[in-house]
Every structure is written in structure tokens, then in C-alpha cells.
């Protein structure tokens, strides 16, 4: 079911009727931006976005919100669009375990067309534009950035591959943030502790198995080319850099090579965040673009980010967890059911569970708060019993109001790591973390009235599906 | 020259201009990297509008926090 390349996936949105075109003439600002908020405020069903008529521009093509909604998601893992969401989890859980399928690799790619290596000018070669009224400039938020683990260069899956913002801050230059928790910031410091700059490779416009790899919280180790052949099903395609021993995805439609320069921290941002808020200014590392390669007529991807729900939710929703889903099984096989970490990339985190003894759904929690994404995120984790879906909040907030005694179901873990752009952190990076405990108590203990739980009347599920039959 | 609308420095300067000639030109203040184009609303291109709580002062700009902080050199034994 592999998408060829970025073109072909917008083809497949085109035509299952998720792509809106719009032709009438729009300001890059603050139109672009504007256009997709709204957009976003308008449901989880929404299309992806296509500009082709931008003031001042002759020629600039523009998609957004690719992958801003959950049709778009089915789409991208080659499910039917109206695939529930709890059923895109349990197919994405069933291809993870899929993982490595190795790569493929080619001579050549699309993106070899038209190559710039002399006075490379981004703003000249992309149509750039602000998102948010606050952010310090103008943003590439939804390209994948490549780069290689230098104490271990031969063990493939320490080749990193992820999502990073990054302000074009010059013609040629780009700053970039790297979150602790990020393995980018493994791979610089690695570099600067030489004295070397740190090879990169950034490609804009992929398709979107990749970017869902790039932005799943894999384990150090793990390939996410691997991953990205696991996800659709047959190998991924990569072609080498040329400037360094990296891989890129064969479908980009833009490629820039270039290098973090070592010891050079410049100012950067703010940035309207993931996290509804601006991050802070910051003196932040700095790549150099030295080579720029690109198909004839490119299509630049973006997407708009800010306050919750944006297309950055629904792009990492399922692929934050699953991972966390597999880590909790691996501890406890036969209790996890399902974990929906969709909110704020899993600062909260709500997980079905059976209990085999009091205090067991505590313990589920507490292995939640040491998992690898768990250590920058989970917050606030919310434990449910085996017959509430975590994908339906009504259900949650029926076992929050019925199972939970503040009491005893509340604990509170005192100073614990979190991503720095948490906004509640203090200082930032340290929070203290809550796991809410909405499970039925059970043996020994016993507290509450919970032996006549209630049921539905015989014969529900044949009704269900006489009555959605006649509904069609 | 032109006055930065954040940091109100006056080295600004034009790094591209449209292509579609005489509709916009972008500029980079090259003292808080601050970018902007010519035809964005006024609460971004003028100095005086621009929201307060998102000002910089060019005093602060040396000393704002290294993300990451640089590590120190480090002699590998080969
Ligand atoms: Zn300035």
C-alpha cells in the first residue's frame, strides 16, 4: 500500500474528497495561517488544504493539514477514511510489532531535478511564511531532519530521523531546537564534545509514513525507515546524501544539506507551540545549508501549530500510543488493553487495564511514569478498568466520577523529569506527576458499592446491528 | 536600513523580495533574527504596535539561556 511519494498521497486525499483546493488569491499572511486555525476549529474530519494562488508569488504551491484529521490518518496507513479511531490504534499496535523491515534503497529520486549548491537563498527557494502572531519568524515545521550517531556511525537504526522546528534565520542558515528528551540533542552534543560539526539532511514535502516514523517516540536504536516499511507494509525507499552518510526518504519533494556548526548557539524564537503557548526566546544551535536539492516545481508542506486540537494531534495521537502500549505490555502482558497518550503528546494519558489484585492499577501508572516517552511526558495519567475505551472520553469521565475516591486513588509523585516546553513546569523540565486511579477496587481491597455494577438489556448487540442497518 | 518592529535595531535588511515584483519584501533583523514581510498587519511591522510582552531587549540577547548549554571539549584517546 506504500504511497510513492508526497504527490501520490495528495492524489489519494484528491480523491477521496480530503483535499480542498482553494484558488482564490490569499495573503501569505496572515491568510495561510488563518485559513488552516480555522480549519482546525471546524472538526476531526477535516480535509488537507491546497494553495496555489499566493500573493506575490508566480508559482508557489502551498499543502497544509496533510494529515489534520483522522480520515487523513486512515488514508495514511491505506485504511478506509471512515476507520474508527480505535481500530487505527489496534492496526498501527499490530504493524509496529511488524518492525525492522529493511530498507530499499535507490540511485536516484525525484528530487534530484534541480540542484543548488551556489548561493543558496531559502527565501527565495521556499515560499516561507508566519504562523503565529508572536513567533519570532518564519518557521519550517513539518520537515524531517537526518543525522548520525558519531561514537556508533555502523549500527543502523542510531541514524535519527525526526520532526524538528527550525527558524530560517539567514539565506542559508536555520536555527534549531533540540529538546533533551530528542535524540537530535544525543547527536549534537556528540559533535560539539569533538569539536565537529554535526552532518545534516532535512527533507520537506514527504510522504506521510515517514514523518508519522519521524515523530513516534522510538527507542534510541530503532530505525525509523525500518518503522516506516513496518507501517505501510513493504520496504521503505531511501537514497543516500551527498555531501554525507545519510539517508533520505525517496519521495521528498525539497532536500537542504548542511551542518550544525559545533560551539555556536544563536537566538531563536518564540515559537507558538504544541502546548497552546509560546516558547521563550532561546540561544539555540544553528545549521548551515551547503546544498539544496529539489523537484521542479515543488510542493512546500506545512502545517499550522498552536492551541490543541492542530494537525500536529492527529499526527502524533496514535503513533505516541501505541509505543507507550507495547512498553506497558511488555510489563504486564495479560492486563493492558489499550492507551489513548492523544492529548498534548501524552502529557496526559489514559490507560484500560485489568487488575489482578488492589493497588495493581497504581503499579500500571507508576511503569507509565518510567517508560522513555513517559520521562518527558505523562504528567497526568489516568488508569481505567478493561471495559472502558480510553478513545472515549464520556466513558473516562464516567470512571473518574464513579471509581475514584480522592483519598486513596489520587498520588502525587513528587519531582520528576518533563519536556521543558511544559509551560506549568518549574523550574522547566521538573514537575511533580498524578496518576488518578479509576479502577474498581478489588480484593483486598474493598472499599466502595460496586457489586451490582449495571447491565444492558439481553439483546443489545442484536439490535445494534439490526438498527444500523436500517439506518444506512 | 530599516527599524526592526521587535528589537527596534535599524540594520534590518532586505533578504528577498517577491516575485511578483513590488508586492513584498521580507526582512531579517540580524540583532534578535527577527523576520518579517512588508505586507503583514501592522501589529507585526511596526515598532510601535508590536505587542509588548513579545519585545526584545538587544541588552538581553547575549545572555539568553543556551539550549542546549555547549559541553565541554572532549580529548578522545585514539
Ligand atoms: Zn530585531
Known sequence: ?472 | MHICPRCESNRSEVVTRSPVKGAWEVLLCPVCMFTWRTSEPDSITDPAKYKSAFKVNPQDIPNATHVPPIPERVQRRS
Open chain 1, 1 to 472: 500500500m506504500a504511497y510513492k511519494d508526497f504527490r501520490d498521497f495528495l492524489h489519494t486525499l484528491e480523491k477521496e474528497g480530503q483535499l480542498l483546493t482553494i484558488s482564490d488569491e490569499v495573503k501569505p499572511e496572515p491568510d495561510l495561517a488563518a485559513a488552516n486555525r480555522a480549519l482546525n476549529n471546524l472538526g476531526d474530519k477535516t480535509p488537507a488544504l491546497f494553495f496555489n494562488n499566493i500573493y506575490g508569488y508566480n508559482a508557489a504551491r502551498i499543502a497544509m493539514n496533510v494529515m489534520g484529521s483522522w480520515p487523513n490518518h486512515a488514508l495514511m496507513m491505506g485504511m478506509p477514511k471512515n476507520t474508527p479511531l480505535k481500530e487505527q490504534f489496534f492496526e498501527f499496535a499490530r504493524r509496529y510489532e511488524q518492525f525492522p523491515m529493511p530498507v530499499k534503497r535507490e540511485e536516484t529520486a525525484p528530487f534530484h531535478e534541480v540542484e543548488i549548491t551556489e548561493d543558496i537563498n531559502l527565501f527565495d527557494i521556499l515560499p516561507l511564511f508566519r504562523l503565529n502572531q508572536g513567533d519570532g519568524g518564519f518557521y519550517l515545521d513539518k520537515a524531517i531532519l537526518v543525522s548520525r550517531d558519531l561514537d556508533d556511525p555502523d549500527t543502523y537504526g542510531k541514524q535519527n530521523v525526526g520532526l524538528y522546528r527550525m527558524q530560517v534565520k539567514g539565506k542559508n542558515r536555520l536555527g534549531i531546537q533540540p529538546v533533551p528528551q530528542h535524540d537530535i540533542a544525543i547527536h549534537i552534543r556528540q559533535a560539539e564534545e569533538r569539536g565537529e560539526n554535526l552532518k545534516v539532511a532535512i527533507a520537506l514535502g514527504c510522504e506521510p509514513v515517514i514523518t508519522t516514523a519521524a515523530s513516534t517516540p522510538l527507542l534510541y536504536d530503532q530505525s525509523e525507515y525500518e518503522m516506516a516499511g513496518a507501517i505501510q507494509g513493504e520496504p521503505y525507499r531511501v537514497v543516500k546524501a551527498k555531501d554525507a552518510d545519510l539517508d533520505l526518504p525517496w519521495g521528498a519533494e525539497v532536500i537542504l544539506e548542511g551542518e550544525v556548526l559545533a560551539g555556536e548557539r544563536e537566538y531563536e524564537g518564540p515559537f507558538g507551540e504544541f502546548t497552546g503557548h509560546y516558547s521563550g526566546g532561546r540561544a539555540m544551535p544553528v545549521i548551515q545549508i551547503n546544498r539544496v536539492y529539489h523537484r521542479k516545481q515543488p510542493i512546500f508542506e506545512h502545517l499550522y501549530i498552536g492551541m490543541p486540537w492542530t494537525e500536529t494531534d492527529y499526527m502524533i495521537g496514535v503513533n505516541t500510543s501505541v509505543p507507550l502500549f507495547q512498553q506497558l505490555k511488555d510489563a504486564f502482558p495479560n492486563e493492558i488493553i489499550a492507551v489513548n497518550a492523544m492529548y498534548t503528546h501524552g502529557l496526559v494519558a489514559i490507560i484500560s487495564t485489568k487488575t489482578r489484585y488492589g493497588g495493581f492499577a497504581k503499579a500500571v501508572g507508576m511503569r507509565a511514569l518510567t517508560t522513555p516517552h513517559g520521562l518527558g511526558y505523562c504528567k497526568l495519567v489516568i488508569v481505567v478498568d478493561e471495559d472502558v475505551d480510553p478513545f472515549n472520553l464520556p466513558q473516562v469521565m464516567w470512571a473518574l466520577s464513579t471509581k475514584l475516591h480522592p483519598k486513596h486513588d489520587a498520588v502525587i509523585v513528587p519531582g520528576l523529569s518533563i519536556l521543558p516546553l511544559d509551560p506549568g513546569s518549574d523550574p522547566a523540565g521538573m514537575t511533580h506527576k498524578m496518576i488518578l486511579d479509576a479502577t474498581t477496587p478489588i480484593a483486598p481491597d474493598i472499599r466502595g458499592h460496586y457489586s451490582q455494577p449495571l447491565d444492558s438489556p439481553l439483546g443489545v448487540a442484536e439490535w445494534e446491528k439490526k438498527l444500523s442497518h436500517m439506518l444506512r
